[in-house]
Structures are given as structure tokens and as C-alpha cells.
């Protein structure tokens, strides 16, 4: 084996720990929107009052079935949420 066969090995491997990384995350990332999506799904079962005591509203959930399936649907709804809470917190302070 010639030291340029030897870099050559060394280089590769992390190259391809690296690519097998990349892909079982977007993978995961996958499964992980996918599972999110069937569970917000749940959420439109829930009526008007319980999806307003987690800081909802019926019409989120519509918004947020508009992204791509791909996409975890959670992290627009925390979003819409936090935004609520913020413009709520300024009207009572404001």
C-alpha cells in the first residue's frame, strides 16, 4: 500500500460516515414530519374550546395542511402560536 492509497482510504471513510449521516437524518426528519402530520390530524377531532386551551384555532390547521407533506407541520403551528401569545401580551401591556 503507497501513502497515496493510504490518504485516499482515510479521506473516503469520513467522507462516507458523513453521507450515511446526511441521509439517516433527512430520513428521520422524514418519518419524524410524517408521524407529526397523522398526529395533527388528531387535532382537528378535538373540538373549538380544547383546541383553544393549547392555542389553536380551527383555521390553523388548515393553513398548515397547505406545506409540503415533507415538511413537520409542528414546527409552523408552535410558530402561529408563539405569535398569538406575543400580539396577545402586547395588547394587554400596549
Known amino acids: ?3 497515496s492509497d493510504c ?3 482515510q479521506t473516503s471513510r469520513p467522507l462516507a460516515l458523513n453521507l450515511v449521516s446526511i441521509v439517516t ?3 428521520a426528519a422524514l418519518f419524524r414530519a410524517v408521524r407529526n402530520r397523522r398526529e395533527m390530524y388528531h387535532l ?3 373540538s373549538d374550546v380544547e383546541l383553544a386551551d393549547i392555542g389553536l384555532r380551527r383555521g390553523d390547521l388548515f ?3 397547505e406545506i ?3 415538511v413537520d ?4 403551528l408552535n410558530a402561529i402560536t408563539a405569535k398569538r401569545a406575543r400580539e ?3 395588547g394587554r401591556h400596549g
Not at 407541520?73 to 409552523?76: D, I, N
Open 44 to 46: 382537528g377531532q378535538m
Open 7 to 9: 490518504t485516499e482510504t
Open 25 to 27: 437524518a433527512k430520513v
Open 1 to 3: 500500500m503507497t501513502a
Open 63 to 65: 393553513a398548515v395542511t
Open 88 to 90: 396577545q401580551a402586547m
Open 73 to 76: 407541520p409542528t414546527g409552523r
Open 68 to 70: 409540503p407533506l415533507a
